[in-house]
């Protein structure tokens, strides 16, 4: 639907408590007519501009900036002044922006968050205010809330404990649900938990902005999570919620403690997963290859390397492995080596993955085995780099890799780019342009040879917008693993064409079409799996247009009209 045929919107608000409501307000866009009706008359400089016209301008602005930060400061800033604007300026600029609002820029702006902090955005819910999460939830403000972002800073990206500095990541993943997944900014919402922080820095900063507390026990924690997922459930008992960022001994645990009682999931364990097995499959294309016919080593067995694990095996078996010939495909390296069942103490998620000694005993590796022994010995033809640690992957690593396997498969994921296992540049090189790589955070073309090679960015962002969009299509009341599964085969379907110096995954550009055919997949698997009431194709297809949100001033009405 253009926005020249939407209705007006009746508003309440005029004078400047318009042009401080940046859903809302238009700035110089606003025209004579409706100056003259909201108050506005002498709060704006004489000049009628288009959205073109100052999107133009603030173009100009932001190119003035030279440091990633600022430009992400000064983009932050226009969010919380003009949401149209921002969002018209993302999607004119989407390549060079994205990674300016999100990663990698939104892990400096997350370590940096106290210091640069402007103007308040979300709700940060904090320990002390625990009885109160009912008045918290309603200084939202807002009535229709279709999606929150909730984390509470534990584990931001490969960035640690940052505390209530976390806040940016809910912040940049909401507004990649607006620009790639068409929902309306009015229905998004970013939470923060603020139950303290056990970063050292943060608890001697002056300038911290959050609950300068240590982190609270796991009893008060579970009581606390639980109130406000009460607390949610109550006010909009619809909206799907997604846990972004918790550490290990949280995310896992929280996941499956709510996934059956609402609308929710884990995006480092779920949506990392099916952004990964989207792109193994798009790389097993290129080879001609099945998924079940590669052998996979993860270095990091945390929430995204089980995910990613527990994903492939289930995709394997959809190819016609059985589940313990598919387990036996993957090996996972955590910090005390190659995880075995003879380990004590491997929490239950990595006990399941983890290999047997009969395994070991065939591939001639002991347990806790380094990287390097295991490439040795059980000569892998993919290697996932899921540990948030610049440099894991050395040139050693890499080459013994490839003398088993001419074309390795090699996913460095860690963000942001800074913690990254290897950079695209070095595996290319290390690997004479052979390997077919993607990262998590964006990094620019490799040229080998005169060859300019694309690398695809594998992440989550590439999928939930999509899931987002589904549930408010389709009503979807609870997001399964089959639901993400669904995800990854339409995104390894949107890569079908991709070839290898074009990347194993379309530009972060096509992520528009990308998330409305992911939402559309999703919605009716999930009628089939009776996680949403019936609806026809064409129905949601309907229900999608008319949902999808695109940045456009609308034309405003006085309530007393
Ligand atoms: N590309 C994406 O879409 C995406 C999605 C999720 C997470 N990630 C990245 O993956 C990384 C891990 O995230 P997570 O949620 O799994 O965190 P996590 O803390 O649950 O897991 C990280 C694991 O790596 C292990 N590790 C640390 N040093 C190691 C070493 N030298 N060798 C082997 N293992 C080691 C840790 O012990 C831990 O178990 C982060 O950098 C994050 O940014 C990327
Ligand atoms: O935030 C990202 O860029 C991806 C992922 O969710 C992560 O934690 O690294
Ligand atoms: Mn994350």
């Given at each position: 639907m253009s926005a020249k045929s939407r209705r007006p919107i009746y508003l309440s608000y005029s004078g400047p408590q318009l042009l401080a409501t940046s859903l809302l307000n238009k700035g110089t866009a606003f025209s004579a007519t409706e100056r003259r009706d909201f108050n506005l008359d002498g709060l704006l400089p004489a000049r009628f501009e288009t959205l073109e016209e100052q999107a133009h301008r603030a173009y100009l602005q932001y190119q003035s900036f030279a440091e990633p930060i600022n430009r992400h400061i000064y983009l932050r800033m226009v969010q919380d002044t003009n949401e149209t604007l921002f969002y018209y300026l993302l999607n004119k600029h989407l390549a060079e922006m994205m990674p300016i609002i999100y990663t990698p820029t939104v892990g400096d702006a997350c370590e940096r968050f106290s210091e640069i902090y402007r103007r308040a955005r979300g709700l940060f819910i904090s320990y002390p205010d625990r009885d109160n999460l009912d008045a918290i939830l309603h200084n939202?403000?807002?009535?229709?809330?279709?999606v929150i972002v909730v984390t509470d800073?534990?584990?931001?990206l490969g960035l640690g404990d940052q505390g209530a500095g976390g806040m940016g990541i809910p912040i940049g993943k909401l507004s990649l649900y607006t620009v790639?997944?068409?929902?309306?900014?009015?229905?998004t919402l970013p939470i923060l938990?603020?139950?303290?922080?056990?970063n050292p820095e943060l608890l001697h900063?002056?300038?911290?902005?959050?609950?300068?507390?240590?982190r609270i026990s796991d009893q008060q924690y579970d009581a606390f999570v639980e109130k406000f997922i009460c607390a949610l459930q109550t006010r909009w008992p619809d909206a799907l919620l997604q846990f972004e960022d918790f550490q290990q001994s949280k995310a896992l645990p929280l996941l499956q403690r709510y996934q059956n009682r609402l609308c929710c999931f884990n995006d480092d364990i779920q949506g990392t997963a099916a952004v990964t097995v989207g792109t193994l499959l798009s790389a097993c294309r290129i080879q001609n290859?099945?998924?079940?016919n590669q052998r996979i080593v993860f270095a990091g067995a945390g929430s995204a390397g089980c995910g990613i694990a527990a994903q492939i095996i289930r995709q394997m078996q959809q190819e016609g492995l059985s589940e313990a010939d598919a387990k036996k495909r993957i090996l996972l390296i955590d910090r005390q080596g190659l995880l075995s069942?003879?380990?004590?103490?491997?929490?239950d998620f990595q006990l399941q993955l983890a290999a047997s000694t009969d395994e070991l005993d065939q591939l001639g590796l002991?347990?806790?085995?380094d990287l390097l022994t295991v490439i040795q010995k059980a000569q892998p033809t993919v290697l996932i780099g899921v540990?948030?640690?610049?440099?894991?992957?050395?040139r050693t690593i890499i080459e013994t890799m490839q003398d088993?396997?001419?074309q390795p498969i090699i996913f460095?994921?860690?963000?942001?780019s800074k913690q990254i296992e290897a950079t695209p540049e070095e595996i290319m090189q290390w690997t004479q342009g052979k390997a077919l790589i993607a990262t998590g955070s964006p990094f620019a073309p490799v040229q080998i040879a005169q060859q300019n090679y694309h690398i695809a960015q594998c992440n989550n962002s590439y999928i939930f917008p999509g899931i987002g969009l589904a549930v408010i299509i389709a009503g979807i009341k609870q997001i399964t693993d089959n639901l993400m599964m669904t995800a990854s085969n339409v995104l390894a379907t949107a890569a079908a064409n991709q070839t290898i110096d074009q990347g194993?995954?379309?530009?972060?550009?096509a992520c528009q079409q990308i998330s409305r055919d992911i939402a559309l997949a999703v919605a009716q698997q999930a009628i089939k799996d009776n996680l949403a009431p019936p609806q026809t194709l064409a129905m949601l297809e309907a229900a999608l247009e008319k949902h999808f949100w695109q940045p456009a001033y609308r034309s405003y009405r006085r309530t007393s009209d």
């Amino acid at each position: 639907m253009s926005a020249k045929s939407r209705r007006p919107i009746y508003l309440s608000y005029s004078g400047p408590q318009l042009l401080a409501t940046s859903l809302l307000n238009k700035g110089t866009a606003f025209s004579a007519t409706e100056r003259r009706d909201f108050n506005l008359d002498g709060l704006l400089p004489a000049r009628f501009e288009t959205l073109e016209e100052q999107a133009h301008r603030a173009y100009l602005q932001y190119q003035s900036f030279a440091e990633p930060i600022n430009r992400h400061i000064y983009l932050r800033m226009v969010q919380d002044t003009n949401e149209t604007l921002f969002y018209y300026l993302l999607n004119k600029h989407l390549a060079e922006m994205m990674p300016i609002i999100y990663t990698p820029t939104v892990g400096d702006a997350c370590e940096r968050f106290s210091e640069i902090y402007r103007r308040a955005r979300g709700l940060f819910i904090s320990y002390p205010d625990r009885d109160n999460l009912d008045a918290i939830l309603h200084n939202a403000t807002k009535r229709h809330v279709k999606v929150i972002v909730v984390t509470d800073g534990s584990r931001i990206l490969g960035l640690g404990d940052q505390g209530a500095g976390g806040m940016g990541i809910p912040i940049g993943k909401l507004s990649l649900y607006t620009v790639c997944g068409g929902i309306s900014p009015a229905y998004t919402l970013p939470i923060l938990l603020d139950v303290g922080t056990d970063n050292p820095e943060l608890l001697h900063d002056p300038h911290y902005i959050g609950w300068q507390h240590p982190r609270i026990s796991d009893q008060q924690y579970d009581a606390f999570v639980e109130k406000f997922i009460c607390a949610l459930q109550t006010r909009w008992p619809d909206a799907l919620l997604q846990f972004e960022d918790f550490q290990q001994s949280k995310a896992l645990p929280l996941l499956q403690r709510y996934q059956n009682r609402l609308c929710c999931f884990n995006d480092d364990i779920q949506g990392t997963a099916a952004v990964t097995v989207g792109t193994l499959l798009s790389a097993c294309r290129i080879q001609n290859q099945p998924l079940s016919n590669q052998r996979i080593v993860f270095a990091g067995a945390g929430s995204a390397g089980c995910g990613i694990a527990a994903q492939i095996i289930r995709q394997m078996q959809q190819e016609g492995l059985s589940e313990a010939d598919a387990k036996k495909r993957i090996l996972l390296i955590d910090r005390q080596g190659l995880l075995s069942q003879a380990m004590s103490n491997l929490p239950d998620f990595q006990l399941q993955l983890a290999a047997s000694t009969d395994e070991l005993d065939q591939l001639g590796l002991a347990s806790g085995a380094d990287l390097l022994t295991v490439i040795q010995k059980a000569q892998p033809t993919v290697l996932i780099g899921v540990s948030g640690q610049r440099g894991l992957f050395s040139r050693t690593i890499i080459e013994t890799m490839q003398d088993n396997c001419p074309q390795p498969i090699i996913f460095p994921l860690s963000n942001p780019s800074k913690q990254i296992e290897a950079t695209p540049e070095e595996i290319m090189q290390w690997t004479q342009g052979k390997a077919l790589i993607a990262t998590g955070s964006p990094f620019a073309p490799v040229q080998i040879a005169q060859q300019n090679y694309h690398i695809a960015q594998c992440n989550n962002s590439y999928i939930f917008p999509g899931i987002g969009l589904a549930v408010i299509i389709a009503g979807i009341k609870q997001i399964t693993d089959n639901l993400m599964m669904t995800a990854s085969n339409v995104l390894a379907t949107a890569a079908a064409n991709q070839t290898i110096d074009q990347g194993l995954l379309p530009p972060i550009t096509a992520c528009q079409q990308i998330s409305r055919d992911i939402a559309l997949a999703v919605a009716q698997q999930a009628i089939k799996d009776n996680l949403a009431p019936p609806q026809t194709l064409a129905m949601l297809e309907a229900a999608l247009e008319k949902h999808f949100w695109q940045p456009a001033y609308r034309s405003y009405r006085r309530t007393s009209d």
